[in-house]
């Protein structure tokens, strides 16, 4: 909600700035917490986490819609439910097509939390720091002397 502020005061900042990613950070965050905007930012993040512009779950809903209807497409039960109706007698084609939604509904669902698994996969904190927006993967238990270490080596700067 309020990004454009947040982003503002990480540029205007003057002294260290230490941004500790513990379970995701997506969107408006991943951009205004970026240490492109400030050279004095040191951006780490707790394994396991994740770091991407779009989640799993909303890159599923809206960005691959195309993917998750071609899985629905592909999958055997609506196949079957789309041969069905394709040899159904008319008093049955009301019914058919009222399941066929029904289980075209369910395996959207299905294929959808693929997607968004697979997504989440690939947009680990890992390919964040390869791609330069994390600095370093810190595993939890060492969390809290990084963040001390951190700071002092941000003021010693």
Known sequence: EFGAEIGRAVVNFDGPIVFCVVSRYHGGAFVV????????MEVAA???SYASVIGGGPAAAVVFVGEV???????ERVA???????????????RLRAEAQDVRAAVRTEKQAE???????????????DVGSVHRIIPAGELRPYLIEAVARGMAR
Do not use: W, Y
């Not at 209807?69 to 999958?75: G, N, P, T």
């Open 46 to 48: 707790v394994d396991g």
């Open 69 to 75: 209807e071609k899985r629905v497409e592909a999958d």
């Open 115 to 129: 997607v968004a698994e697979e997504f989440d996969r690939i947009h680990t904190v890992q390919r964040a720091q």
């Open 33 to 40: 917490f970026s240490a492109f905007l400030n050279e004095d």
């Open 80 to 94: 079957a439910l789309n041969r069905s109706l394709d040899q159904a007698e008319a008093e049955d084609v009301a």
